[in-house]
């Protein structure tokens, strides 16, 4: 990462229901990782990317998202109110900024996640995630991401030794929990190569780099055939994603194994639950959160 004192930040205020595509519009058109955040209170969802230099002629730039805000419309979701907001921010007010909104996460008895400046001591035997904020989705702050985390924490209460992957790592929250609850091996990847240096340092910042991989990948160029299977598998994926590589993503689940499937919108989780259950599978557990449904999955006896 650069040593500049300033950040630009580009947001778009939206409607949770276009969170995930807004997500990609920003994502695609800065070639950044991208952060999210619902605000109870107005019931809208800020997707917000962080830049290293100025992107270029602001007017640009408003005419690009703005094209691509009208896109996302006429496909059925509605991005209102679209805001879109061009700020220059010193590194110090963004990290502050985080600070007085991200709080430690516990995740029942066996897991907490924390920022580095949080005082929160673990209980006995609490595994420990220390992770900042940074130029990368995934704190555990948002509840599709808290879900797999839980379920995570449950499958790692029958046993070390259970073997974890994680589609679309991120800031490798996942993988890194997996690790420091005992899964072995801990396989994880992205498409982004941003998201994949993110999780590396953070793999490394959490003692646990040398415990897990993480790799570039795209989940729709997997082989059909694995080369092997896992215990527990976590796709926080938007849904049509979701339902265009589910077969690739079931083939790596082994028999008595538990697919985890998040970042799936409330009115879209009946359709991600009929393509999986066509392919065997059946629903163990759901939660909603916001606008949000997540779910795991197992092989139906």
Not at 41 to 56: A, D, F, H, I, N
Not at 154 to 160: I, K, P, Y
Not at 195 to 209: H, S, T
Not at 228 to 236: F, S
Request: with cysteine.
């Amino acid at each position: 990462m650069k040593t500049t004192q300033s950040l630009w930040r580009v947001s778009i205020l939206t409607a949770p229901e276009a969170e995930e595509a807004v997500a990609e519009l920003l994502g695609s058109t800065f070639r950044q990782p991208v952060s999210t955040h619902f605000n109870l209170k107005s019931r809208r969802s800020t997707v917000t990317v962080y830049l290293q230099e100025k992107p270029g002629s602001p007017r640009k730039l408003r005419e690009i998202l703005f094209a691509g805000l009208k896109q996302i419309n006429h496909c059925g979701l509605k991005t209102s109110p679209g805001t879109v907001t061009l700020v220059k921010m010193r590194r110090l007010d963004w990290a502050e900024s985080w600070k007085r909104h991200f709080r430690p996460i516990e995740i029942g008895g066996q897991l907490i996640i924390k920022p580095s400046w949080s005082k929160r001591r673990a209980r006995k035997n609490q595994a420990v995630v220390v992770l900042d904020p940074g130029l990368s989705f995934g704190t555990g702050q948002h509840p599709t991401t808290e879900f797999c985390l839980r379920e995570l924490a449950r499958g790692g209460s029958f046993g070390a030794g259970r073997s974890f992957l994680d589609i679309g790592t991120g800031s490798g929250i996942l993988a890194i929990a997996a690790a420091k609850l005992g899964y072995s091996p801990v396989h994880a990847f992205d498409f982004d190569p941003e998201a994949v240096r993110v999780a590396r340092a953070n793999a490394r910042g959490n003692g646990v780099g040398q415990k897990l991989r993480i790799s570039r990948g795209d989940v729709a160029k997997l082989p059909i055939r694995p080369g092997r299977k896992y215990d527990l598998i976590c796709a926080n994926l938007i849904s049509t994603l979701l339902i265009s590589e589910r077969r690739r993503m079931v083939k790596r689940l082994s028999q008595g194994g538990t697919l985890v499937l998040a970042g799936i919108l409330k009115p879209e989780f009946p359709g991600v639950q009929k393509v999986f259950e066509k392919l065997g599978l059946k629903l163990a557990t759901s939660k909603a959160g916001n606008e949000w449904r997540s779910g795991s999955f197992c092989f139906a006896k």
